[in-house]
């Protein structure tokens, strides 16, 4: 499975992905995705691994930096020359790339979404929304029935300190607690692209591009996680669940 095509925001059922020399297809615009860590490909590379592309911040490299950086021909980063043309993508305020958008959609939060085959090896879930300015939290959950496979719970505020705790409720008992993160993603205001892709051991986490965390099973029945739901301090505009080749 390779896993850079998590990222991509164009992977469906409607892509040629048996067609002899099939590359990842593109982010909005035609552009290409990063990889997750260590996935090879012609894309941009994770931290510290050698390649032609964009590199990670303070990395020497002939083609834009991480945040900010110039072209040195061909830079595909948004803001820089020769960047997404998609006029319906707009420059997004604050540190970091622009998050490509979907078409605003009428979505409520708490918002509940019911997954009739539960989750599976190569399913993706996208989820495009802001945070609310004052925002203290916001929650994204995996459940079956009264148990919970999976529980994302970013907090803005919690003893002066940004954290993102991970955990499952199972037989109405939390499980260890997973805190640790070398980076805080989300800000106030500002919008955000989420992806949660299921593999038969674990959910990965991508925001706004980059990797963020793995999370191991611990409900292993996947079939039987069928309800997404988001929950507090963010408006939606999208949420989408699809098959990655």
Partial sequence: MDLSD???GQANNQTNSGAP?????????GQQAPTWPGQPG?????????GPNPTWPGQPGPNPTWPGGQSGGG????????????PSVGPGPGPGPTVPTSPQ????VPFNQKLPNGVYDKMLITIVGTVKPNAERFTVELAAKSDLAFHFNARFNERSKKV????SLIAKKWGKEERDLEHFPFIQGQPFEMKILCTNKEFKVAVNKSHLLEFKHRITNLSSVDTLSIFFDLTLSSVNMENIP
């Fill in 6 to 8: 998590a990222l991509d």
């Fill in 21 to 29: 020399g099939f590359t990842n297809p593109a982010w909005p615009g």
């Fill in 42 to 50: 012609p894309n941009p590379t994770w931290p510290g691994q050698p």
């Fill in 75 to 86: 830079g595909m980063w948004p803001g820089g020359p020769g960047g997404w043309q998609n």
């Fill in 105 to 108: 959609q009428s979505l409520s």
């Fill in 164 to 167: 993102i705790v991970r955990n």
